[in-house]
C-alpha cells in the first residue's frame, strides 16, 4: 500500500511530455480513443499514420510559445494566433489547417457549469492533430474525452471538434431549460398573485440567457465561416460538413434562447407593473387614512390649548362633545374624498 502511494505521488509530479499539456489521446483507424501514458513519446504532426492524436494544454503554462514558435503544434502563426489572450469568438485557416476560438461553459469546482465570458475554447485543427488549449477549466474537453474513454467512434480531427462543440451545445440546452423551468415557477406566481422575490429571482435568469445568447451568436458565427470556407479555401469536404451540421443546431438554439431573453424582459416589465399598482393601492390607503384623520387630529389639537374661553369647557359631557365633533370632521372628509371623485387604482 505505500507502495502504491509512493507512485501515484511521482506521477503527480512528473512534467508532462510537453510543456503545459493536460492530456493526450490517440485515436486508432477505427475512431477508438486511447490515453497517451504519462512518459509515453509524442511524436511529430504529420507523422502519425493511421488516425490521429488530440492534445489539450493549459495556455498559462508560459513555456507553451516556445512550443508553438518551433511548429509543433502546427503553423507557428495560425497557432499564435488562435492561442492568443483575445477571447473574441474567431476561425482562421491556412494551408489546410483550421485554428479558432469558440465559446465554453466554465467548469466550477463543483462540477457545476456557468455561463462566463472566460469561458473560451482554443483549438488548431491539422490533418492527423487537433490541439485545444484552455486558460480556465472548461466543460467541453472533458466531457469529449469521457465520451472517447467510454468508447466512442471518431474518425477525424474535426469530428473530434463537432464532438466538444456537441458536448457544450447540450449542456446550454440543459441550462436553457433550467431557466425556462424557474421562468415558468415566477409566471405562475405572478398570476396566482403570490408574488414575493420574484424580482430578485430574475435578475440572474435574464442575464444567463442575454449571456448564453452572446456565446451562441460568436458560435454560429464561427461555425457560418468554417461552412462557407469549405468552397473557398482548402479545408476538406468533412469539415465544411461538420461545420454546417453544428450551425443548424446552433441556430435552432439562438432561437430558444432569443426568445427565453424577451420573455424575461416582458415578465420584468409585467412584474413591475404588478408592484406599481401594489404600490399604488398602498399609497391610496394611505392617503385616504391621512385625509381621514387629519380634521380630527385638528379638533383634538384645539381642545387641547391651555388657554381660557375654549368651547364646551363648562358643559356638562364636553368631552363627548368634542370627540363627536371629531368623528363627523372625519365623516366630512369622507365625503369630500368621494366627491370629488378619488377612487382607488384599478387593476
Given at each position: 500500500?505505500?507502495?502504491?502511494?509512493?507512485?501515484?505521488?511521482?506521477?503527480?509530479?512528473?512534467?508532462?511530455?510537453?510543456?503545459?499539456?493536460?492530456?493526450?489521446?490517440?485515436?486508432?483507424?477505427?475512431?477508438?480513443?486511447?490515453?497517451?501514458?504519462?512518459?509515453?513519446?509524442?511524436?511529430?504532426?504529420?507523422?502519425?499514420?493511421?488516425?490521429?492524436?488530440?492534445?489539450?494544454?493549459?495556455?498559462?503554462?508560459?513555456?507553451?510559445?516556445?512550443?508553438?514558435?518551433?511548429?509543433?503544434?502546427?503553423?507557428?502563426?495560425?497557432?499564435?494566433?488562435?492561442?492568443?489572450?483575445?477571447?473574441?469568438?474567431?476561425?482562421?485557416?491556412?494551408a489546410g489547417h483550421i485554428g479558432g476560438v469558440v465559446a465554453d461553459l466554465v467548469r466550477e469546482t463543483g462540477g457545476d457549469a456557468r455561463v462566463d465570458a472566460g469561458g473560451r475554447l482554443h483549438f488548431v485543427i491539422g490533418p492527423h492533430l487537433l490541439v485545444s488549449g484552455r486558460r480556465h477549466p472548461v466543460l467541453g474537453p472533458d466531457l469529449a474525452r469521457d465520451a472517447a474513454a467510454s468508447g466512442r467512434g471518431i474518425l477525424a480531427p474535426v469530428h473530434l471538434l463537432e464532438v466538444i462543440v456537441d458536448r457544450v451545445v447540450t449542456a446550454m440546452v440543459e441550462t436553457g431549460g433550467r431557466l425556462a423551468d424557474e421562468l415558468d415557477e415566477i409566471e405562475d406566481h405572478i398570476l396566482d398573485e403570490r408574488v414575493r422575490d420574484e424580482r430578485r429571482r430574475l435578475g440572474p435568469i435574464r442575464r444567463d440567457a442575454v449571456r448564453l445568447h452572446r456565446q451562441l451568436l460568436g458560435l454560429r458565427a464561427v461555425f457560418h465561416r468554417l461552412e462557407t470556407a469549405g468552397e473557398e479555401e482548402e479545408i476538406p469536404a468533412e469539415a465544411a460538413i461538420a461545420a454546417a451540421?453544428?450551425?443548424?443546431?446552433?441556430?435552432?438554439?439562438?432561437?430558444?434562447?432569443?426568445?427565453?431573453?424577451?420573455?424575461?424582459?416582458?415578465?420584468?416589465?409585467?412584474?413591475?407593473?404588478?408592484?406599481?399598482?401594489?404600490?399604488?393601492?398602498?399609497?391610496?390607503?394611505?392617503?385616504?387614512?391621512?385625509a381621514l384623520f387629519l380634521p380630527p387630529t385638528l379638533v383634538t389639537g384645539l381642545f387641547g390649548m391651555n388657554t381660557k374661553s375654549l368651547p364646551l369647557t363648562e358643559v356638562d359631557g364636553g368631552s363627548y362633545g368634542a370627540m363627536a365633533i371629531a368623528c363627523l370632521s372625519a365623516l366630512v372628509a369622507f365625503g369630500l374624498i368621494r366627491g370629488l371623485g378619488i377612487r382607488p387604482p384599478r387593476d
Open positions: 500500500m505505500v507502495a502504491t502511494s509512493a507512485a501515484a505521488a511521482r506521477l503527480l509530479c512528473d512534467e508532462p511530455a510537453l510543456p503545459g499539456l493536460l492530456w493526450a489521446m490517440r485515436f486508432d483507424e477505427s475512431g477508438r480513443g486511447h490515453p497517451v501514458a504519462h512518459d509515453e513519446p509524442l511524436p511529430h504532426p504529420g507523422r502519425f499514420g493511421e488516425g490521429f492524436t488530440w492534445l489539450h494544454f493549459n495556455l498559462n503554462d508560459a513555456r507553451l510559445p516556445a512550443l508553438i514558435a518551433e511548429g509543433r503544434l502546427g503553423p507557428p502563426d495560425l497557432t499564435a494566433a488562435a492561442f492568443a489572450s483575445d477571447p473574441h469568438q474567431r476561425l482562421t485557416v491556412e451540421r453544428i450551425a443548424q443546431r446552433l441556430d435552432a438554439l439562438d432561437r430558444d434562447m432569443v426568445m427565453l431573453a424577451d420573455r424575461s424582459r416582458l415578465m420584468q416589465e409585467e412584474l413591475s407593473s404588478y408592484l406599481a399598482q401594489a404600490s399604488n393601492r398602498q399609497l391610496y390607503t394611505l392617503s385616504v387614512m391621512t
